[in-house]
């Protein structure tokens, strides 16, 4: 589930609510993840921050532990993702992260696998990911509340 509502929020009206849950047949040993995926036009050599509020849901069957934030451009389709490990609390916490598109670009060539692709972002895509937690292949509750969400080139 993937939704605005207005339940929880650290500032204005809405936050956006991605949920993990439970397949309803659990002999079912499939998995499930909870995306939010944008489109993008960014500069091929820039630094990008994105930064944002974050609150788990306050619930004990509650297991989520981290996000993923991945951008993906158009040409490779080769994910730069970064993995955001929570804060052990139901607050509003402020989160931050670094991508560094020349430096992963320069990385990604430098492998054999990668040497004849090109990297262009600029019709690429973000996305923000509640990880799925699991148990014997099986995925748990993992829900949280997003707010104040953004990017911004800073260099």
């Given at each position: 589930?993937?939704?605005?509502?207005?339940?929880?929020?650290?500032?204005?009206?809405?936050?956006?609510?991605l949920?993990?849950?439970?397949?309803?047949?659990?002999?079912?040993?499939?998995?499930?993840?909870?995306v939010?995926?944008?489109p993008?036009?960014?500069?091929?050599?820039?630094?990008?921050?994105?930064?944002?509020?974050a609150?788990?849901?306050?619930?004990?069957?509650n297991?989520?532990?981290?996000?993923?934030?991945?951008?993906?451009d158009e040409?490779?389709?080769?994910n730069?993702?970064?993995?955001?490990?929570?804060?052990?609390?139901?607050?509003?916490?402020?989160?931050s992260?670094?991508?560094?598109?020349?430096?992963?670009?320069?990385?990604?060539?430098?492998?054999k696998?990668?040497?004849?692709?090109?990297?262009?972002?600029?019709?690429?895509?973000?996305?923000?990911?509640?990880?799925?937690?699991?148990?014997?292949?099986?995925?748990l509750?993992?829900?949280?509340?997003?707010?104040?969400?953004?990017?911004?080139?800073?260099q």
């Amino acid at each position: 589930i993937a939704e605005i509502q207005d339940k929880e929020k650290a500032s204005g009206e809405y936050s956006l609510y991605l949920r993990n849950s439970p397949h309803m047949n659990q002999d079912n040993p499939k998995w499930y993840q909870c995306v939010l995926i944008q489109p993008v036009s960014l500069e091929n050599d820039s630094q990008y921050r994105l930064t944002f509020k974050a609150k788990k849901e306050n619930d004990p069957e509650n297991h989520i532990t981290k996000l993923t934030a991945v951008i993906t451009d158009e040409s490779s389709k080769i994910n730069y993702t970064i993995f955001i490990k929570l804060k052990d609390n139901d607050e509003w916490n402020d989160y931050s992260v670094l991508f560094d598109l020349k430096n992963f670009k320069e990385r990604q060539l430098s492998k054999k696998e990668n040497e004849n692709k090109t990297f262009d972002y600029r019709n690429g895509i973000i996305g923000i990911s509640a990880n799925p937690e699991t148990s014997n292949h099986k995925t748990l509750l993992s829900s949280i509340f997003l707010d104040d969400i953004s990017l911004e080139k800073i260099q």
